[in-house]
């Protein structure tokens, strides 16, 4: 796979397109036109501006320093990628889009908006709510027109996306299709990294009933105090809400009941209440909440909550770690095994009951290859030999503000090139990959002679990968 349509799959994979795009208006586009100086859009661009043009979009001088300022202010690495590659990826981006729009892949403006306000409060999070920096960094003089670039973006990302997914969406593989791929790679097979597998005890502090019933009063305070006085639900959330990825945002989130988000109970709750209406207290696993229905746009409820979190004893912490700290001597002296231990002494139910194996969230096995760990987990195991036991981790999640843990190392697989019985899931991914990469080029290659392309100036020297300039063979 080129190095240009590899950079194409990462940016629909991670969704970071970061141009703002602009559609052609005229309907007649032909090939055999000579290249114009006259203006196009409306008067708003010289022909003499744009770098590329394909299908209905079009690609401008300046989009590619744009995109690698960009790149490098986000602290990305340009690494071994070429000015000339790079342009042949935002090229990619344009085919697919028009590819979308083509296969009448429609836009859900609504969802958009959405996202455009859940980026927006991950970006002012990550500055510490600084808009001016980011508004430095787009090169924007106000958050509308920021908003309003970020719409284009993810709207372009969402076409690209769906068009590839659409692409790629059926294809399977066999076992003898994995065999095959297997045996092509002949002395160029991969080489496996250290795989590891884990396990973990964990013992969660408990909440007492009383801390509990004092969390619910105080939610039903609130709820009284907004229906009654009229108090701000806003202020409200700003003052007392322990959900800190919301609370910036006055505890805003959009549901579409097409489109699950959030847990059960919270939608359940949510798609229950009448326009204005505010909940009654109830749990989920993050703790206790009111909702807010603000309004409701057809499948979209736009809701505002407070969640609070019930209050951890220090009794109850200490309990927790005489707990962990009993499981482990007995560990250690051998009354019981580590499998034992957890299904006797875990909290965690998810792993409890698999001997405290941790699941890896990417493979689906309990797998850990030593380079791709999470950079957590790895600190927390890189010096246990194996079958030895951590001491007591103190640790928090997005759930329990803090927990208590040990690990150990239950099996270890060095380095090794890939073995088909051994590592055969994996082989299969790689075969799958290689398969729907296929199927990509060659969508693209019938796309790029279908699809009228005209690229300008100085670009028409760069050495494509794809027949962008669509070369006679």
């Known amino acids: 796979m080129n190095k240009s349509m590899l950079y194409l799959l990462m940016i629909l994979a ?24 006259e203006i196009i859009t409306s008067g708003r661009i010289k022909a003499d501006g744009v770098a590329a043009v394909v299908g209905d979009y079009i690609l401008l001088d300046s989009d590619l320093d744009r995109r690698i300022q960009q790149i490098k202010a986000e602290g990305g690495d340009m690494g ?23 296969d009448s892949i429609m836009v859900n403006e609504l969802q958009i908006r959405s996202n455009v306000d859940q980026q927006l409060e991950m970006f002012l999070a990550q500055t510490n709510g600084d808009l001016d920096y980011i508004l430095k960094l787009y090169n924007k003089e106000s958050e509308e027109a920021l908003r309003e ?45 250290t795989e590891l597998k884990v396990a973990q005890i964990v013992v969660i502090p408990e909440v007492s009933e009383e801390s509990r019933q004092e969390t619910i009063k105080k939610l039903e305070s609130f709820k009284s105090d907004i229906e009654d006085n ?69 499948q979209e409820y736009e809701v505002r909550h407070i969640l609070i979190r019930p209050e ?37 139910e998810e792993t409890k009951y698999e001997g405290g194996q941790l699941m890896n969230p990417t493979t689906q ?15 927390q195991i890189q010096n246990l030999g194996d079958g030895e036991v951590s001491p007591v981790l103190q640790d928090e999640d997005r759930i329990n503000r803090i927990k208590f843990k040990i690990l150990t190392v239950t099996d ?23 398969k729907q990469f ?9 796309a790029i002679m279908e699809t009228y392309i005209k690229i300008n100036g100085d670009f028409r020297n760069c050495d494509f990968n794809g027949n962008w300039l669509k070369k006679t063979k």
């Open 312 to 348: 951890i004893t220090q009794e109850a912490i200490q309990d927790a770690k005489d707990k962990i700290d009993l499981a482990r001597s007995k560990i250690v002296e051998g009354v019981v095994t580590f499998q034992e231990a957890a299904l006797e002494f875990s909290d965690e």
């Open 230 to 298: 009229g108090a701000s639900f806003t202020t409200k959330v700003l003052l007392y809400s322990d959900d800190t990825a919301s609370k910036r945002n006055g505890g805003k989130y959009t549901l579409n009941r097409k489109r699950p988000r959030m847990v059960k109970e919270f939608r359940d709750v949510a798609f229950s209440l009448q326009e204005g209406e505010i909940s009654d207290p109830f749990e989920t696993e993050f703790g206790y909440h009111i909702i807010f229905l603000e309004k409701v746009r057809g």
């Open 14 to 37: 991670f969704g970071q397109f970061t141009l703002a795009q602009e559609i052609i208006v005229e309907e007649e586009k032909e090939e055999q036109k000579e290249e114009k100086k």
């Open 412 to 434: 270890r697989l060095d380095e090794h090139e890939a073995d088909y019985a051994r590592d055969y899931v994996k082989i299969k991914d790689l075969a799958l990959q290689d």
């Open 149 to 193: 670039e970020m719409f284009e973006i993810n709207s372009m990302n969402y076409l690209a996306t769906e068009m590839q997914r659409k692409i790629v969406g059926d294809i399977e593989i066999t076992p003898e299709e994995v065999r095959l791929f297997f045996n092509s790679l002949g002395d160029d097979k991969p080489t496996f990294g």
């Open 80 to 102: 071994d990628l070429t000015r000339c590659e790079l342009f042949g990826s935002m090229l990619e981006e344009k085919l697919y889009a028009h590819g979308a729009v083509q």
């Open 365 to 379: 096995d309990f797998n850990f290859e030593l380079t791709k760990m999470d950079p957590e987990l790895y600190a």
């Open 438 to 446: 296929k199927a990509i080029g060659e969508w693209q290659e019938d």
